[in-house]
């Protein structure tokens, strides 16, 4: 499931779209940015005018626990979680 949220408390006013997994989790969550050498080409159904942004992944084990945290570009952060 995708969700558009305005975070209040950004004084930037950055746009973020969350996606969750079927079992609630969050997956994925996007900082909507203007292009450029470091976001990453993105569309959404019903968001046209999100192209780019920043993308931060959550994996999770099968016992539910946050086990790693990527944040592209691929490059910038891996943390894996024991």
Do not use: H
Request: one cysteine or more; charged letters at 25%.
């Amino acid at each position: 499931m995708l969700v558009a949220d305005q975070n209040e408390s950004d004084q930037l006013r950055r746009k973020r779209i969350s996606e969750t997994d079927a079992l609630g989790r969050l997956k994925d969550v996007w900082e909507v940015r203007s292009a450029d050498g470091a976001t990453e080409g993105v569309s959404f159904p019903g968001w046209p005018d999100v192209t780019a942004g920043y993308c931060t992944s959550y994996e999770y084990n099968t016992l539910d626990n946050l086990t790693t945290v990527t944040q592209v570009p691929r490059r910038a952060a891996l943390f894996t979680i024991r």
